[in-house]
C-alpha cells in the first residue's frame, strides 16, 4: 500500500502486471488472441525486440533460418532487396545486403526477467522456484478446480486467501515448514509491502522483485489474473486475485528461506552486490534488430507480393447468375475456404458467403440438460440475450466408466473387475478402429437438431438472470438486416439459403475449443445457424425489412447448417420447414455438399502423413473420420496451422485464386456501403479476431516453449482450466507445437475491395482498430473496385503498389498437386 513517504505503488504494480501477463482464459474458453496484447501500443518491430530483451522471448525465426529460406528461394531476392532500399537508402542497399546475407552475430543474450530474484540462489544457494513452486502450484488447481479432483476444496466459499488461513487454523498440519512463517500468516502484518520489506528492503525494487516472481509462472498468474478480472470464465467460481496469489508466494518464499537459512537471514538490501538493470528500461535499437526485421518483412512480402500479383492477373468480371441454385453463408474461418471453392466448382449456379460465424446472433444458450449458461458470440460483446434448448428428442450419451462411484473402494473394485475388463478391450479395439463415444468433444453435440429453441421473445416480461429470453421482433429484424447487408445479399435470393456455422469433433483433446468457432467464443455455430434463420424467415421480420427496401422473396427459405471441419461431415438442421419444392432442391444440394466435403477431406489429407492423398475420395474420407476420434491422434486438424489473409470484398475478387486454405474471407460490398458503416462493423471484429488468430500462431511457432505450449504429449490438465507438463509444472499458454508444426510466421495481410479514402476513415474510427494496422501488427492493402490499382497503408497513409512479379501460373486441375505436395503451394490461377 502507498503512503505519504513510499515509491511502491501496489495498485499500479497489480495493474502493470496485469498488463503483461498471459491473457488466456480457462480451456473451456480457449480463444485465439495476441499473446504479446502488452506490446500493442508500440510499432511491431519495435514492441518484439523490447519483449524479446525484458522476457527472454525469441518473437522471429533464427537468423539461420530465414537465411536458408533466402537459399531456397521462399524469400526472393528482389523483394529483399525492395525491403533494404525501403529500411536503409539506395545509397546503404549494398552494405546492407552484405550485413543481411553475410554478417556473423551473437545472438545469445540474458533477459533482464529474473535477474534480481535470482540473486537468493546466487549468494545464497536457495532456489526459491523448487522450494516454492510445486506446492503452490498443488493448492492453486485444488483451490480452482472445476471437477477433475474427487474431493473438493475443504473451504470453497470464501476468498483464497481467508479459505487458506482457515485451513492453518483447523488443520493438524500446515502449508509451511516453519512456525515463523505460519504465525505471521495467521496473526502477522501480510500486506505486500511489508512481506517485501522482510524479503528485499529497497522498495526501489520491490516492483522488479514482484515481476521476477510472477514471471517464473506465468501461467498461472496470468489465469489469476483473467479469473479475478472475468469470474465467469469458471462455471464453478472462486474468489481468487493476483494481490492474494503474491502475499501467498511471499509467505512461501519466507517460510523457505527461514528453512533453509534459519532465523538469521537478512534481506536483499543488506547484501546485494550488484542492481540489475531496471526491467522496463530503455531497450536501443541493434543492428542485429534491423536485420532480423528486414528479413521478416522479405519473408513476408514475399508471399504477399504472390498474392497480389494474382489479384491483379484474376479476371474480375462479375457474372450474374439469373437462376441460383442455392446460395450459402459461411463463417469467414480459413477452413471454409476449400469447401466454398468446392461448392463452387462442382455447382457453377450456386453463390457462396463469408461472415463471422455467429451471423450476428450475440446471446448466451442454455441447452436443456445444461446447468450453465454458454456464450456463443464474440468474448468482446456483453449479451442480454438467452436462448433456450427445449423439448429435446435425444438424450446426451453417458459412458459407465466416468462416474463418481469408480472412486470408492467396493464400487471401484467391482467396476473396475467388470467393466474395466470391457475398457480395456474397447480400447485395443480402438488402435484399430477409432470410433466415436460419449467422452468426445463432438460440435454435433452442442445441440440436439430435433430440439426448438426459445428464439422468438413474445412476452417481454420472459426473463432470466437479467437475460431476455429470445429476441423481439424488432430485434430480429435488426440482425437480418446487419447480417445481409454486412455481407452484399441485398437482391436476387435463391429459393434455399443455407447458414452454415462450424464446429469440430476432438477426443483426448484439451485444446478443443480452438478447433471451434472463435466468432461463438470457442464454441460450434449450430445455434446461431437455426436462430438467424428462424429470424430470417419470419414473416414479420420479412416486413420490416420490406419497409426498409430489402425484399426477401416469399419463396425464400434459410436454413441452418453445420460443419463439422474434423471430420468434414455436415448436418442440417429444421429441414421440415421447407416447402416440397424447396425441400427436392434440398435433397439435390446435399448430394453437392457432400461431394464437396469428400473433396474438402482429400485436400486436407495431403498434409496428414497417415493418409495416402491419392487413395480413392470415399476411402481418404473414412480415414479423416477416424483420424478425428482416434485416441492416439495429437492432430485431429490442423486449425488455423496456415492462415495468412484476410480478404474482405466480393467473391469475384478471390473466385478464380487457389489460395491453399490461407485466407479468411469476409464478404463485403462497397456498393451496398459507400460511407462504410458495415466496413467499420467487420474490421472492428475482424482486426482483433482474425489478427489475434495469426498472432497467436506467430508467436507459438518461433518459440514454442514460452510463447506457446511444447508438445501436447506430456501434457496434464490441471483442474479443467490449463494444461502443464507433468504434475508440478507451470501451466502452458498459447498453442502446442502439433498446432503449429506447419505454420509460416507472417503478420495477417487485410485486403480490402474499396476506396483507400473510405477505408482511411473507418480504421481511424476506433483507436483500438487503428491500432492495430498503425502499428503494423497486421498489414494492410486496399484495391480500388473501379481502377483496380492496389495501395499499401504506411506509416497513416495509403500509397500505390506494383508488385514485382506479373506472372502467376494457371492450373486446370489442383488435385495432382494435392497428391503429391505437403508444403504450402504458391497462389494459383485456376482456369
Same mark, same amino acid.
Request: proline share 4%.
Given at each position: 500500500?502507498?503512503?505519504?513517504?513510499?515509491?511502491?505503488?501496489?495498485?499500479?504494480?497489480?495493474?502493470?502486471?496485469?498488463?503483461?501477463?498471459?491473457?488466456?482464459?480457462?480451456?473451456?474458453?480457449?480463444?485465439?488472441?495476441?499473446?504479446?496484447?502488452?506490446? /500493442?501500443?508500440?510499432?511491431?518491430?519495435?514492441?518484439?525486440?523490447?519483449?524479446?530483451?525484458?522476457?527472454?522471448?525469441?518473437?522471429?525465426?533464427?537468423?539461420?533460418?530465414?537465411?536458408?529460406?533466402?537459399?531456397?528461394?521462399?524469400?526472393?531476392?528482389?523483394?529483399? /532487396? =525492395?525491403?533494404?532500399?525501403?529500411?536503409?537508402?539506395?545509397?546503404?542497399?549494398?552494405?546492407?545486403?552484405?550485413?543481411?546475407?553475410?554478417?556473423?552475430?551473437?545472438?545469445?543474450?540474458?533477459?533482464?526477467?529474473?535477474?534480481?530474484?535470482?540473486?537468493?540462489?546466487?549468494?545464497?544457494?536457495?532456489?526459491?522456484?523448487?522450494?516454492?513452486?510445486?506446492?503452490?502450484?498443488?493448492?492453486?488447481?485444488?483451490?480452482?478446480?472445476?471437477?477433475?479432483?474427487?474431493?473438493?476444496?475443504?473451504?470453497?466459499?470464501?476468498?483464497?486467501?481467508?479459505?487458506?488461513?482457515?485451513?492453518?487454523?483447523?488443520?493438524?498440519?500446515?502449508?509451511?515448514?516453519?512456525?515463523?512463517?505460519?504465525?505471521?500468516?495467521?496473526?502477522?502484518?501480510?500486506?505486500?509491502?511489508?512481506?517485501?520489506?522482510?524479503?528485499?528492503?529497497?522498495?526501489?525494487?520491490?516492483?522488479?522483485?514482484?515481476?521476477?516472481? /510472477?514471471?517464473?509462472?506465468?501461467?498461472?498468474?496470468?489465469?489469476?489474473?483473467?479469473?479475478?478480472?472475468?469470474?465467469?470464465?469458471?462455471?464453478?467460481?472462486?474468489?481468487?486475485?493476483?494481490?492474494?496469489?503474491?502475499?501467498?508466494?511471499?509467505?512461501?518464499?519466507?517460510?523457505?528461506?527461514?528453512?533453509?537459512l534459519g532465523k538469521d537471514w537478512a534481506p536483499m538490501r543488506s547484501w546485494l552486490m550488484h542492481t540489475p538493470v531496471p526491467l522496463f528500461a530503455d531497450v536501443p535499437d541493434t543492428e542485429l534488430s534491423d536485420v532480423m526485421t528486414i528479413w521478416q518483412e522479405a519473408f513476408e512480402w514475399s508471399y504477399y507480393d504472390q498474392v497480389i500479383a494474382g489479384l491483379e492477373l484474376e479476371e474480375r468480371n462479375e457474372v450474374r447468375i439469373p437462376a441460383k441454385t442455392f446460395q450459402a453463408m459461411f463463417c469467414i474461418d480459413d477452413r471454409e475456404c476449400s469447401f466454398r471453392r468446392y461448392l463452387e466448382d462442382l455447382d457453377h449456379s450456386c453463390e457462396t458467403f463469408g461472415t463471422p460465424g455467429f451471423f450476428g446472433v450475440d446471446c448466451f444458450f442454455q441447452p436443456e440438460e445444461g446447468k450453465y449458461y454458454t456464450k456463443i458470440c464474440p468474448v468482446p460483446l456483453s449479451p442480454k440475450h438467452l436462448i433456450k434448448e427445449i423439448d429435446s428428442k435425444n438424450k446426451r450419451q453417458r459412458d459407465l466408466h466416468f462416474n463418481k462411484h469408480a472412486h470408492s473402494f467396493h464400487s471401484g473394485w467391482l467396476i473396475s473387475q467388470t467393466l474395466?475388463?470391457?475398457?480395456?478391450?474397447?480400447?485395443?479395439?480402438?488402435?484399430?478402429?477409432?470410433?466415436?463415444?460419449?467422452?468426445?468433444?463432438?460440435?454435433?453435440?452442442?445441440?440436439?437438431?430435433?430440439?426448438?429453441?426459445?428464439?422468438?421473445?413474445?412476452?417481454?416480461?420472459?426473463?432470466?438472470?437479467?437475460?431476455?429470453?429470445?429476441?423481439?421482433?424488432?430485434?430480429?429484424?435488426?440482425?437480418?438486416?446487419?447480417?445481409?447487408?454486412?455481407?452484399?445479399?441485398?437482391?436476387?435470393?435463391?429459393?434455399?439459403?443455407?447458414?452454415?456455422?462450424?464446429?469440430?469433433?476432438?477426443?483426448?483433446?484439451?485444446?478443443?475449443?480452438?478447433?471451434?468457432?472463435?466468432?461463438?467464443?470457442?464454441?460450434?455455430?449450430?445455434?446461431?445457424?437455426?436462430?438467424?434463420?428462424?429470424?430470417?424467415?419470419?414473416?414479420?421480420?420479412?416486413?420490416?425489412?420490406?419497409?426498409?427496401?430489402?425484399?426477401?422473396?416469399?419463396?425464400?427459405?434459410?436454413?441452418?447448417?453445420?460443419?463439422?471441419?474434423?471430420?468434414?461431415?455436415?448436418?442440417?438442421?429444421?429441414?421440415?420447414?421447407?416447402?416440397?419444392?424447396?425441400?427436392?432442391?434440398?435433397?439435390?444440394?446435399?448430394?453437392?455438399?457432400?461431394?464437396?466435403?469428400?473433396?474438402?477431406?482429400?485436400?486436407?489429407?495431403?498434409?496428414?502423413?497417415?493418409?495416402?492423398? =491419392?487413395?480413392?475420395?470415399?476411402?481418404?474420407?473414412?480415414?479423416?473420420?477416424?483420424?478425428?476420434?482416434?485416441?492416439?491422434?495429437?492432430?485431429?486438424?490442423?486449425?488455423?496451422?496456415?492462415?495468412?489473409?484476410?480478404?474482405?470484398?466480393?467473391?469475384?475478387?478471390?473466385?478464380?485464386?487457389?489460395?491453399?486454405?490461407?485466407?479468411?474471407?469476409?464478404?463485403?460490398?462497397?456498393?451496398?456501403?459507400?460511407?462504410?458503416?458495415?466496413?467499420?462493423?467487420?474490421?472492428?471484429?475482424?482486426?482483433?479476431?482474425?489478427?489475434?488468430?495469426?498472432?497467436?500462431?506467430?508467436?507459438?511457432?518461433?518459440?514454442?516453449?514460452?510463447?506457446?505450449?511444447?508438445?501436447?504429449?506430456?501434457?496434464?490438465?490441471?483442474?479443467?482450466?490449463?494444461?502443464?507438463?507433468?504434475?508440478?509444472?507451470?501451466?502452458?499458454?498459447?498453442?502446442?507445437?502439433?498446432?503449429?508444426?506447419?505454420?509460416?510466421?507472417?503478420?495477417?495481410?487485410?485486403?480490402?475491395?474499396?476506396?483507400?479514402?473510405?477505408?482511411?476513415?473507418?480504421?481511424?474510427?476506433?483507436?483500438?482498430?487503428?491500432?492495430?494496422?498503425?502499428?503494423?501488427?497486421?498489414?494492410?492493402?486496399?484495391?480500388?473496385?473501379?481502377?483496380?490499382?492496389?495501395?499499401?497503408?504506411?506509416?497513416?497513409?495509403?500509397?500505390?503498389?506494383?508488385?514485382?512479379?506479373?506472372?502467376?501460373?494457371?492450373?486446370?486441375?489442383?488435385?495432382?498437386?494435392?497428391?503429391?505436395?505437403?508444403?504450402?503451394?504458391?497462389?494459383?490461377?485456376?482456369?
Amino acid at each position: 500500500m502507498k503512503t505519504h513517504n513510499s515509491i511502491f505503488d501496489e495498485h499500479h504494480l497489480l495493474h502493470e502486471l496485469k498488463h503483461y501477463l498471459p491473457a488466456q482464459a480457462p480451456l473451456k474458453d480457449f480463444v485465439h488472441h495476441n499473446t504479446l496484447h502488452s506490446f /500493442q501500443n508500440l510499432r511491431f518491430d519495435k514492441a518484439l525486440h523490447k519483449a524479446s530483451e525484458l522476457f527472454g522471448y525469441k518473437t522471429l525465426l533464427s537468423l539461420d533460418e530465414y537465411r536458408s529460406f533466402y537459399a531456397s528461394q521462399r524469400i526472393r531476392k528482389d523483394v529483399l /532487396q =525492395r525491403v533494404i532500399i525501403q529500411h536503409k537508402g539506395a545509397e546503404l542497399a549494398a552494405e546492407w545486403s552484405q550485413k543481411v546475407l553475410n554478417k556473423p552475430y551473437t545472438t545469445a543474450f540474458q533477459p533482464r526477467i529474473g535477474s534480481l530474484r535470482a540473486n537468493w540462489k546466487k549468494e545464497h544457494h536457495v532456489d526459491l522456484d523448487s522450494l516454492v513452486h510445486p506446492l503452490l502450484f498443488r493448492i492453486l488447481c485444488s483451490y480452482l478446480d472445476q471437477g477433475i479432483s474427487i474431493w473438493n476444496f475443504p473451504v470453497r466459499d470464501k476468498d483464497f486467501l481467508s479459505s487458506m488461513r482457515e485451513l492453518e487454523e483447523t488443520s493438524f498440519t500446515s502449508v509451511f515448514r516453519t512456525k515463523a512463517a505460519k504465525d505471521l500468516f495467521r496473526h502477522g502484518d501480510c500486506s505486500i509491502a511489508s512481506l517485501l520489506d522482510k524479503l528485499v528492503g529497497d522498495e526501489s525494487l520491490y516492483d522488479q522483485y514482484l515481476f521476477d516472481q /510472477q514471471f517464473a509462472h506465468s501461467g498461472w498468474s496470468g489465469l489469476v489474473g483473467v479469473i479475478e478480472d472475468l469470474p465467469q470464465t469458471l462455471l464453478d467460481t472462486r474468489k481468487i486475485s493476483l494481490h492474494d496469489l503474491i502475499v501467498f508466494e511471499l509467505l512461501l518464499e519466507i517460510d523457505a528461506i527461514n528453512y533453509q537459512l534459519g532465523k538469521d537471514w537478512a534481506p536483499m538490501r543488506s547484501w546485494l552486490m550488484h542492481t540489475p538493470v531496471p526491467l522496463f528500461a530503455d531497450v536501443p535499437d541493434t543492428e542485429l534488430s534491423d536485420v532480423m526485421t528486414i528479413w521478416q518483412e522479405a519473408f513476408e512480402w514475399s508471399y504477399y507480393d504472390q498474392v497480389i500479383a494474382g489479384l491483379e492477373l484474376e479476371e474480375r468480371n462479375e457474372v450474374r447468375i439469373p437462376a441460383k441454385t442455392f446460395q450459402a453463408m459461411f463463417c469467414i474461418d480459413d477452413r471454409e475456404c476449400s469447401f466454398r471453392r468446392y461448392l463452387e466448382d462442382l455447382d457453377h449456379s450456386c453463390e457462396t458467403f463469408g461472415t463471422p460465424g455467429f451471423f450476428g446472433v450475440d446471446c448466451f444458450f442454455q441447452p436443456e440438460e445444461g446447468k450453465y449458461y454458454t456464450k456463443i458470440c464474440p468474448v468482446p460483446l456483453s449479451p442480454k440475450h438467452l436462448i433456450k434448448e427445449i423439448d429435446s428428442k435425444n438424450k446426451r450419451q453417458r459412458d459407465l466408466h466416468f462416474n463418481k462411484h469408480a472412486h470408492s473402494f467396493h464400487s471401484g473394485w467391482l467396476i473396475s473387475q467388470t467393466l474395466g475388463f470391457w475398457a480395456a478391450l474397447r480400447l485395443f479395439a480402438n488402435i484399430f478402429k477409432p470410433t466415436m463415444t460419449p467422452a468426445a468433444a463432438s460440435s454435433f453435440k452442442h445441440m440436439d437438431h430435433l430440439s426448438k429453441l426459445t428464439i422468438e421473445n413474445e412476452h417481454p416480461q420472459d426473463m432470466e438472470n437479467g437475460l431476455q429470453i429470445g429476441y423481439s421482433v424488432d430485434e430480429m429484424a435488426v440482425r437480418v438486416e446487419g447480417l445481409l447487408k454486412s455481407i452484399g445479399l441485398v437482391e436476387d435470393f435463391a429459393s434455399v439459403v443455407y447458414v452454415v456455422g462450424h464446429g469440430a469433433s476432438s477426443v483426448n483433446n484439451p485444446h478443443y475449443a480452438a478447433y471451434d468457432c472463435g466468432a461463438c467464443s470457442g464454441r460450434a455455430g449450430s445455434v446461431n445457424a437455426r436462430a438467424i434463420s428462424y429470424m430470417a424467415n419470419h414473416a414479420k421480420v420479412r416486413a420490416i425489412l420490406s419497409a426498409k427496401g430489402l425484399t426477401i422473396p416469399d419463396t425464400t427459405q434459410f436454413i441452418g447448417a453445420l460443419h463439422d471441419t474434423t471430420r468434414d461431415e455436415i448436418a442440417f438442421f429444421d429441414e421440415a420447414s421447407l416447402t416440397p419444392e424447396n425441400f427436392e432442391k434440398h435433397k439435390q444440394n446435399k448430394r453437392t455438399f457432400e461431394t464437396a466435403l469428400d473433396y474438402n477431406a482429400k485436400e486436407r489429407s495431403r498434409r496428414f502423413e497417415s493418409i495416402d492423398s =491419392r487413395a480413392s475420395l470415399k476411402r481418404i474420407h473414412e480415414k479423416i473420420r477416424e483420424r478425428s476420434v482416434s485416441l492416439f491422434e495429437p492432430r485431429p486438424e490442423l486449425n488455423h496451422a496456415t492462415n495468412a489473409l484476410t480478404i474482405v470484398g466480393r467473391r469475384s475478387l478471390t473466385k478464380g485464386l487457389f489460395l491453399d486454405r490461407r485466407s479468411f474471407l469476409n464478404s463485403y460490398d462497397y456498393r451496398v456501403d459507400p460511407d462504410g458503416k458495415y466496413l467499420f462493423n467487420i474490421l472492428k471484429a475482424a482486426a482483433p479476431v482474425c489478427g489475434g488468430i495469426n498472432l497467436e500462431y506467430f508467436f507459438s511457432r518461433v518459440d514454442n516453449q514460452q510463447l506457446g505450449a511444447g508438445t501436447k504429449l506430456p501434457h496434464n490438465v490441471m483442474g479443467l482450466i490449463g494444461v502443464a507438463n507433468g504434475m508440478d509444472g507451470d501451466l502452458r499458454p498459447g498453442l502446442p507445437s502439433q498446432m503449429i508444426e506447419v505454420h509460416d510466421p507472417v503478420r495477417m495481410f487485410f485486403i480490402i475491395e474499396q476506396f483507400p479514402d473510405v477505408v482511411l476513415d473507418v480504421i481511424k474510427q476506433s483507436s483500438a482498430t487503428y491500432e492495430w494496422f498503425i502499428n503494423e501488427w497486421v498489414h494492410l492493402v486496399v484495391v480500388n473496385p473501379e481502377t483496380q490499382k492496389f495501395f499499401v497503408f504506411k506509416e497513416g497513409a495509403f500509397t500505390p503498389y506494383e508488385p514485382i512479379i506479373h506472372h502467376v501460373d494457371t492450373i486446370k486441375n489442383i488435385a495432382p498437386l494435392l497428391e503429391t505436395h505437403q508444403e504450402d503451394l504458391p497462389v494459383y490461377l485456376l482456369s
